[in-house]
């Protein structure tokens, strides 16, 4: 069953909505951040990849 | 026994062809796990009797936390594998991990301390638990900043691996804090021989979630491994293909 009376409820947490949402939101943004970094990561590998073969075939 | 699996985990080429694919299954066991052990920690489980809904917090501190600890215990295993056998692919797990488990006991500091607010009063208090997770924080920084700092690769992979194993005697301390001195933090949520001090609906989304960040670790560390295998095999015949497969998906 879900615990909070209505969505305002749920937002509110009791008094407690500013520190459970922080956390929260916090702990998820730096989980997306450790996901996203190796894919950045990757494509700049293959970028500098790319150009330096494009450059070789030039010369 | 059959050793040869441990070889064959050892060869850069099989492990970057076996972890290619277990790597989409680990992606959509941790999206999984994490959006129903985070969804029914927020809205399903009932609230605290003592804590009110502030407590909802521990299902990212306690995975963050248990998880910070497992990788840094993961970093002493490879780095005595690395140290002993000099195996190439026990270095590139070890400071591939690091960086995620210093994120993660980043993520348990400051959830914690959010945590901490409303049930001690303070954000912060130089308390045996929250001192000796600070200091794996440290470990972390080091062995990362050690990597960074030694250009020579073998003696890299000697000095990360050495910081590791010797770092791995605050993972004890750690885990006994609450009991070895008086604190203000709660004693462990699981243990082996004893029932959970909570209801279900309470520890079952818990342990959902803790199983969600291990597979989200394993996801991101593959990923991490994966790249940094064809960058240090970059000139052998198996990586040239993979990295000229991978140029021409791009275009």
């Known amino acids: 069953m879900i615990a909070f ?12 909505g500013a520190y459970v949402w922080s956390a929260y939101g916090l702990g998820l943004a730096l989980m997306a951040l450790n996901a996203i970094l190796p894919l950045l990561e990757k494509r700049r590998y293959l970028d500098d990849l790319s150009r330096r073969r494009r450059r070789e075939r030039l010369l | ?9 050892g060869s850069p080429k099989w492990f970057y062809s076996m972890s290619g694919k277990f790597l989409p299954w680990l992606v959509t066991a941790s999206v999984l796990l994490l959006g129903i052990g985070l969804i029914w920690g927020l809205a399903f489980a009932p609230p605290d009797y003592q804590q009110g809904n502030s407590f909802r917090i521990i299902y990212i501190h306690v995975p963050a936390a248990l998880l910070a600890q497992s990788i840094y215990i993961m970093l002493a295993g490879t780095g005595i594998i690395g140290l002993i056998w000099k195996i190439k692919l026990a270095d590139v797990a070890l400071r591939q991990a690091a960086p995620i488990g210093a994120w993660m006991t980043v993520i348990a500091l400051t959830s914690g301390a959010i945590w901490g607010k409303p049930t001690w009063g303070a954000y912060w208090v130089w308390d045996a638990r929250l001192t000796s997770m600070l200091i794996l924080l440290f470990l972390y920084l080091g062995i990362i900043a050690l990597g960074q700092a030694i250009t020579n690769r073998d003696s890299a992979a000697r000095g990360c691996a050495l910081l590791a194993v010797v770092g791995v005697v605050n993972i004890p301390i750690i885990k006994y804090s609450v009991e070895w001195w ?4 709660q004693p462990a949520s699981f243990s082996y021989s004893h029932q959970p001090a909570m209801p279900t609906q309470m520890w079952l989304p818990l342990l959902i979630a803790v199983l969600g960040f291990y597979c989200f670790f394993g996801a991101v560390l593959f990923a991490r491994m994966r ?14 293909a993979e990295i000229a497969r991978l140029l021409k998906d791009r275009i």
């Open chain 2, 1 to 9: 026994m059959n050793w040869t699996w441990f070889y064959k985990w």
């Open chain 2, 182 to 185: 008086n604190t203000l933090h």
């Open chain 2, 227 to 240: 790249l940094e295998l064809l960058r240090r095999e970059s000139g052998s015949r198996w990586a040239d």
């Open chain 1, 5 to 16: 009376a209505s969505f305002t409820d749920f937002l509110t947490m009791g008094n407690h």
